[in-house]
């Protein structure tokens, strides 16, 4: 190891650390579910993107097996060599129906797949408007592209419209989003945003990973709820939240532009395909949630009961309904504070502050699963309200 390099690596993680933005990974001990295994103990778990309740689910595991008999575990090649299965191709079709678009196109992850997007479809003659508060897997796309960068101020249509005034001069315009915005819970503007982007003749690109499989009517998404149903030219998703939650992602959108992501998108073309097992069993998560609303209507149920019940032990929450519940702290020893005081009560949540969200607005995030029971959200309120208590 070089000497030098390995001081300034040392030096990198010092700053790190006395910053107190030092990750620590918990190590878990079981499958993913509401109940999760850490150190021998067993926590209620709150903080899994784990939407649907599929992830550690029986009928997946027996799918994932009947998977690896058929397909075997791996391909060992890209796509357009000899890595495309017939189940890549019917996991394309599923897709493309359940989210009501002409084609889908596989990644390895909804990472990925932002990665590849902005890159093959636009130029330096176009521009791309981004709201500030996007995911850093689409800041990392649009870095990778040469169209010109225009961000504008979250969620402010005022802003995106001056942008979409000072960048008329160019070829094509695409308006970034993210369908649900992870820290808050937020959802986009998306029918005015696509209202603005008619108005301007521009497209639209949404990343729906917080919300494909459970929000909307029947699951389909943000552009379901905001009644935009074919007015978003792309969007971008994962199936490592509610879809099963192991990984991968897609791209949605007309026939010729999925065909052009195929023929030029570099991280498709030169990466490895999907794994057969996940394809497999993604494929029945697509038939499973397409036939049984059931599972969707135990999570708003238990959204529901656990914002009401917070809400009622005093605690400021943010108004949008949605899975993701931030508990609004405002300071970051707080917040850091409850969260692990949480955990010593058998209460697994994430307690987050500056600079992953703004200074002044720490909170304790909260994810609520299909899988919790009516017990679990009272039990995880009710420390909520005796762990506060001991702060104030
Ligand atoms: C909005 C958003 N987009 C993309 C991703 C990345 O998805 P994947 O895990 O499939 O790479 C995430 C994951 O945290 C996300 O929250």
Same mark, same amino acid.
């Given at each position: 190891?070089?000497?030098?390099?390995?001081?300034?690596?040392?030096?990198?993680?010092?700053?790190?650390?006395?910053?107190?933005?030092?990750?620590?990974?918990?190590?878990?001990? /079981?499958?993913?579910?509401?109940?999760?295994?850490?150190?021998?103990?067993?926590?209620?778990?709150?903080c899994?993107?784990?939407?649907?309740?599929l /992830?550690?689910?029986?009928?997946?595991?027996?799918?994932?097996?009947?998977?690896?008999?058929? *397909?075997?575990?791996?391909?060992?090649?890209?796509?357009?060599?000899?890595?495309?299965?017939? &189940?890549?191709?019917?996991?394309?079709?599923?897709?493309?129906?359940?989210?009501?678009?002409?084609?889908?196109?596989?990644?390895?992850?909804?990472?990925?797949?932002?990665?590849?997007?902005?890159?093959?479809?636009?130029?330096?003659?176009?521009a791309?408007?981004?709201?500030?508060?996007?995911?850093? /897997?689409?800041i990392?796309?649009?870095?990778?592209?040469?169209?010109?960068?225009?961000?504008?101020?979250?969620?402010?249509?005022?802003?995106?419209?001056?942008?979409?005034?000072?960048?008329?001069?160019?070829?094509?315009?695409?308006?970034?989003?993210?369908?649900?915005?992870?820290m808050?819970?937020? &959802?986009?503007?998306?029918?005015?945003?696509?209202?603005?982007?008619?108005?301007?003749?521009?497209?639209?690109?949404?990343?729906?990973?917080?919300?494909?499989?459970?929000?909307?009517?029947?699951?389909?998404?943000?552009h379901?709820?905001?009644?935009v149903?074919?007015k978003?030219?792309?969007i971008?998703?994962?199936?490592?939240?509610?879809?099963?939650?192991?990984?991968?992602?897609?791209?949605?959108?007309?026939?010729?532009?999925?065909?052009?992501?195929?023929?030029?998108?570099?991280?498709?073309?030169?990466?490895?395909?999907? /794994?057969?097992?996940i394809?497999a069993?993604?494929?029945?998560?697509?038939?499973?949630?397409?036939?049984?609303?059931?599972?969707?209507?135990?999570? *708003?149920?238990?959204?529901?009961?656990?914002?009401?019940?917070?809400?009622?032990?005093?605690?400021?929450?943010?108004?949008q309904?949605?899975?993701?519940?931030?508990?609004?702290?405002?300071?970051?020893k707080?917040?850091?504070?409850?969260?692990?005081?949480?955990?010593?009560?058998?209460?697994?949540?994430?307690?987050?502050?500056?600079?992953?969200?703004?200074?002044?607005?720490?909170?304790?995030?909260?994810?609520?699963?299909?899988?919790?029971?009516?017990?679990?959200?009272?039990?995880?309120?009710?420390?909520?309200?005796?762990?506060?208590?001991?702060?104030?």
């Amino acid at each position: 190891m070089n000497e030098d390099f390995k001081k300034i690596i040392e030096a990198q993680l010092s700053d790190i650390k006395e910053k107190g933005l030092f990750k620590e990974e918990r190590i878990i001990s /079981s499958k993913q579910g509401r109940k999760i295994t850490v150190n021998g103990k067993e926590y209620l778990n709150f903080c899994a993107n784990n939407y649907l309740g599929l /992830s550690g689910s029986e009928e997946l595991i027996t799918e994932g097996k009947k998977a690896l008999d058929k *397909w075997g575990f791996g391909l060992s090649s890209v796509r357009f060599i000899c890595g495309t299965l017939e &189940i890549h191709k019917e996991l394309e079709k599923k897709i493309a129906e359940f989210m009501g678009y002409e084609d889908a196109i596989l990644y390895t992850s909804c990472y990925d797949a932002n990665l590849g997007l902005f890159q093959t479809i636009l130029t330096d003659q176009d521009a791309i408007i981004s709201d500030e508060l996007n995911h850093a /897997s689409m800041i990392d796309g649009v870095r990778l592209c040469k169209a010109e960068r225009h961000i504008f101020k979250h969620s402010d249509l005022q802003d995106l419209e001056e942008k979409l005034k000072q960048t008329q001069g160019k070829r094509i315009r695409m308006i970034a989003t993210d369908g649900v915005f992870s820290m808050e819970g937020d &959802i986009a503007k998306i029918k005015e945003i696509c209202e603005l982007a008619e108005k301007y003749n521009a497209l639209v690109m949404m990343d729906d990973s917080h919300a494909t499989g459970f929000l909307g009517q029947t699951g389909r998404g943000t552009h379901e709820l905001g009644g935009v149903a074919g007015k978003i030219d792309f969007i971008t998703s994962t199936f490592g939240k509610a879809l099963g939650g192991a990984s991968g992602g897609f791209i949605v959108s007309s026939k010729e532009n999925v065909e052009f992501l195929r023929q030029r998108s570099r991280n498709y073309i030169f990466s490895n395909s999907l /794994s057969p097992t996940i394809t497999a069993v993604t494929s029945f998560v697509m038939d499973y949630i397409s036939q049984n609303s059931e599972p969707r209507e135990r999570l *708003w149920r238990n959204v529901k009961l656990f914002r009401q019940l917070i809400k009622d032990a005093g605690f400021e929450v943010s108004p949008q309904e949605h899975p993701i519940v931030p508990i609004m702290l405002g300071d970051a020893k707080l917040a850091k504070g409850m969260a692990s005081e949480l955990f010593k009560e058998g209460i697994y949540v994430i307690g987050f502050s500056y600079p992953v969200v703004p200074e002044g607005k720490a909170r304790v995030r909260v994810q609520i699963s299909a899988a919790h029971t009516e017990e679990d959200i009272k039990l995880a309120v009710e420390a909520f309200a005796k762990i506060y208590k001991s702060y104030i």
